[in-house]
């Protein structure tokens, strides 16, 4: 089945305590993004990948780190994780430039950071 | 810069008669225009999108948007609403200028049976 994973699904954390959210898609896509959804505010865009080890930042880099190091997989690293980082993530993919082909969008990752 | 205004918070409407979602938006170049939805506990699904042709374009689970240049708008369209359609729906806009998409802040979507 076509799709996009993302784990974990649920992460409390504590302040300062580095994590990493995997992402992972079977579809070949070359582009790769990640975005965070805040109410009131939608999804904003965290940083994107064109292509292997191509990335680029979105409207909200500040406090994340991203890499590409191979086509299916777009791991999303917050090395100091803040109280203002909580919130929904998702990772989605979409065969080449996100500007203009559907994106396929993973289940979301609620995190929680105390 | 890019930006997508989607003026109500929540939309309800009574199941069977038809529903509009609004949408507008601001671009420097040819808009690329998109609408997703996103049910509880669930990643955005796409509906449909425009790029380019006819301004009537047709989408999953009966929807239509409805493309306006003069009035900047692409608001979703549907004739007759369903309990099932109840649900967050956004739209989202790219240009030829950048790589990425700015979505909305979202209408949640209430059919009442």
């Known amino acids: 089945e076509a799709q996009v994973t993302q784990n974990p699904r649920y992460l409390i954390t504590v302040t300062g305590k580095k994590l990493t959210v995997t992402c992972s898609q079977n579809?070949?896509?070359?582009?790769m993004s990640w975005y965070r959804q805040d109410p009131g505010l939608g999804l904003r865009q965290i940083y994107y990948?064109?292509?292997?080890?191509?990335?680029d930042k979105g409207d909200v880099p500040e406090g994340y780190k991203v890499s590409r190091k191979e086509k299916r997989n777009f791991p999303l690293i917050l090395e100091s994780p803040s109280p203002n980082q909580t919130s929904l993530y998702f990772c989605a993919s979409s065969p080449s430039s996100g500007r203009y082909n559907e994106q396929f969008f993973g289940p979301g990752t609620r995190l929680t950071v105390l | 810069a890019q930006s997508v205004a989607q003026p109500e918070d929540q939309v309800n409407v009574a199941e069977g008669n038809p529903l509009t979602v609004k949408c507008t938006y601001s671009v420097s170049g040819n808009p690329y225009l998109f609408w997703y939805v996103q049910y509880p506990n669930r990643g955005l699904q796409f509906l449909l999108k425009y790029i380019t042709g006819d301004n009537l374009v047709k989408g999953s689970y009966g929807f239509e948007a409805e493309f306006n240049k003069s009035q900047t708008s692409f608001h979703l369209k549907k004739p007759s609403a369903l309990v099932s359609d109840s649900a967050l729906y956004f739209c989202a806009v790219g240009d030829t200028g950048r790589r990425a998409l700015t979505f909305g802040s979202g209408t949640r979507l209430q059919v009442q049976p």
């Open positions: 990948s064109m292509n292997v080890e191509v990335t």
């Open positions: 579809m070949n896509h070359e582009y």
